[in-house]
């Protein structure tokens, strides 16, 4: 190879570094974020894409202090760049079984409230029997779309009804319809699921309103009438719950405390919800199936134990 050959050759080696973290910093849409999600510090990411951008004489973001958006060249850069990021990884992906050393990144969504649960215990196991794969962990009670946001795997809670996304149940939930100590004496005595009308609800937006009690043979659905709190997490829930606010169904691995301490008290103990299922989701075509399958044999093992 002659000596020009490899001054061409060292100058793509640093461009395909910088544009992976191009890449990255246009997903993240800051180059803070960037480099939280790379593990690295903010000016060794604003260096690496500023040196492409003077290598190549571009501009590739429009900086200001409150937002950063791409130019027209940043606009044509980026769906290069993302194909470059997503060869590298289907190759690490497919060398994966090969090397008994599994290498890559996961993106993985999940509800905040499970970040006690067996699953989410199960996740950490995974990265500490795999160090050299990333594992990154977004914890959110609001769904997203995997493909558009660029998650490899969620857990996820209830019916699966998208028939894009691959789904396995990996576990079970339970629920209790609580309320505070405080709430329920500002109201008659309950004798039943038809008296639930005249109490209030906290809502959650990101679950239906009705819902199912159960008693032995018998099975009645609750449409809750009054709200004056509409929250779009467990934990805001359980907030507004404890501070008497009203009732709502609440999974037990979040309220267990309250209950064992007297801070929240089941209404009508005698009927009971459901159990719920927890699924592991992705999207079909994953460009890292292989890591994708491994994490999912690694969370079954919490449903088989």
């Known amino acids: 190879m002659s000596l020009s050959s490899n001054r061409k050759l060292a100058f793509m080696i640093d461009d395909l570094r910088a544009l992976a973290i191009f890449a990255k910093v246009a997903e993240a849409g800051s180059f803070s974020a960037a480099g939280r999600a790379l593990r690295l510090s903010t000016s060794v990411v604003s260096h690496h894409v500023k040196a ?10 429009h900086r200001s202090t409150r937002s950063l958006s791409l130019t027209s060249e940043g606009q044509r850069l980026l ?3 993302r194909r470059m990021v997503e060869a590298a990884e289907e190759g690490f992906d497919a060398i994966a079984d090969i090397s008994g050393d599994p290498t890559g990144t996961l993106r993985i969504s999940a ?7 067996p699953q989410v215990s199960a996740l950490w196991r995974f990265a500490r029997r795999y160090p050299s794969v990333g594992v990154t962990l ?11 946001e660029g998650f490899d795997m969620a857990i996820r809670l209830g019916v699966m009804s998208d028939s894009t996304l691959k789904s396995r149940k990996i576990g079970t939930f339970e629920r209790a319809l609580v309320a505070a100590p405080s709430y329920l004496e500002s109201i008659d ?57 009203g009732i709502q169904k ?33 999207p079909e075509s994953s460009r890292r199936g292989t890591l994708v399958g491994l994490l999912l044999d690694h969370l079954l093992e919490v449903q088989d134990s």
């Open 138 to 148: 977004c914890s959110s009670d609001e769904q997203i779309n995997l493909v558009a």
């Open 189 to 245: 005595t309950l004798s039943g699921p038809g008296d639930l009308s005249r109490c209030d609800f906290v809502l959650l937006d990101m679950l239906p309103e009705k819902f199912v009690l159960l008693r032995e043979n018998e099975e009645i659905t609750v449409h809750p009438e009054q709200s004056r709190v509409l929250v779009n997490s467990i934990s805001g829930a359980r907030s507004a719950v404890l501070a008497g606010l």
């Open 52 to 61: 492409l951008e003077t290598r190549h004489g571009v501009s590739l973001f």
């Open 79 to 81: 769906e290069p760049a």
């Open 111 to 117: 509800p905040a409230f499970l970040m006690n649960s």
């Open 250 to 282: 609440l999974p037990l691995i979040e309220v267990g405390a309250d209950l064992a301490a007297g801070r929240l008290a089941q209404v009508l103990p005698d009927w009971s919800l459901a159990t719920s299922n927890i699924y592991a989701v992705w």
